[in-house]
């Protein structure tokens, strides 16, 4: 399991302003949070863990291997701040999922008997409307 305080310590936080509606107050502070995290970079990954993050995250990092998530639901920077935390520590566990790897199974004998008897019964259905052959 990862340190959850070691891996907030490498975060890189910046203050934007929000888009949308909402005033003049709107115009004047930068309450919408942007978080940068640096996978290679990253101190407290193992070589591994940093490998299986760039598979999994493929989709949503960057070229460089950098993570951005960003929050603007609340009118409170600290609000934005916690948000956006706790959404990366979940993404982050969801990248280090190992999926299970299936186990191919052998199909019953009971199943490829049963394909077998529907088959000729639906052949000999077909058979029995044709008409007969007169030599």
Known sequence: MINDEALIAELVFKAVRSSGAGGQHVNKTASKVALYFDVEASQVLTEEQKALLIKNLKSRL?????????CGESRSQHKNKDTV????????????????????????KVEKLKRLSNKRQQSEKKASRKPPKID
């Open 62 to 70: 960057t070229l460089n291997h950098v993570l951005i998530l960003q």
């Open 85 to 108: 935390t706790a959404r990366f520590l979940e993404v982050i566990n969801q990248g280090l999922v190992v999926p299970k790897k299936r186990k191919k199974t052998k199909t019953p």
